[in-house]
């Protein structure tokens, strides 16, 4: 996919003992292997934590909203 624009409408952090929680809704718009452009509201739900220093994405799931 080919992004041409994205902007964010919400986005929502929450921490927890194992690491932070991460919902972003996005309203992006791109082309799938050189389709006409199209705009998709997406949902990013993340899961993220801190690993020897280093913050690393343990799961991520987008879907459309």
């Not at 929680?21 to 801190?50: A, K, P, Y």
Request: aromatic letters at 10%.
């Amino acid at each position: 996919m080919y992004y041409f624009s994205s902007m964010e409408d919400h986005v929502a952090v929450t921490s927890g003992a194992g690491g932070w929680h991460i919902i972003g809704q996005n309203r992006v718009v791109g082309s799938i292997h050189g389709s006409d452009r199209h705009e998709w509201s997406l949902t990013t739900d993340m899961t993220v934590q801190r690993i020897n220093g280093d913050l690393k994405i343990m799961e991520a799931v987008v879907t459309t909203y």
